[in-house]
Nanobody
Framework: QVQLVESGGGLVQAGGSLRLSCAASGRASSTYAVGWFRQAPGKEREFVAAISWGGGRTNYADFVKGRFAISRDNAKNTVYLQMNSLKPEDTAVYYC??????????????WGQGTQVTVSS
């Protein structure tokens, strides 16, 4: 069993930055790939970024390329999502998930509770 806790969300103006953290605990938590997903009201959950367990392989949704960066520190069992140049359309609840690296949320086994990101115009 793996437990995930997100933090770092909040309210920011357009053009600003936030860094989300996903702290993992539990058995072999550092051996899973971790993905970030987001869900806005009335919309489907969508893929944002993912990173392999070793950190050597990352992938991003097209709409965040060049703005967001995912990284991990296995010594701290934490994955980060650095979000720059934020836009109002980035407003959503952001979730981290652990499992096989994939852009499909259905592939992930464990989920955090989510953290709200609100970007004002």
């Amino acid at each position: 069993q793996v437990q995930l806790v997100e933090s770092g969300g909040g309210l920011v103006q357009a053009g600003g930055s936030l860094r989300l953290s996903c702290a993992a605990s539990g058995r072999a938590s550092s051996t899973y790939a971790v993905g970030w997903f987001r869900q806005a009201p009335g919309k489907e959950r969508e893929f944002v970024a993912a990173i392999s367990w070793g950190g050597g392989r990352t992938n991003y949704a097209d709409f965040v390329k060049g703005r967001f960066a995912i990284s991990r520190d296995n010594a701290k069992n934490t994955v980060y999502l650095q979000m720059n140049s934020l836009k109002p359309e980035d407003t959503a609840v952001y979730y981290c998930a652990a499992g096989p690296q994939s852009s499909s949320w259905r592939q992930y086994d464990y989920w955090g509770q989510g953290t709200q990101v609100t970007v004002s115009s």
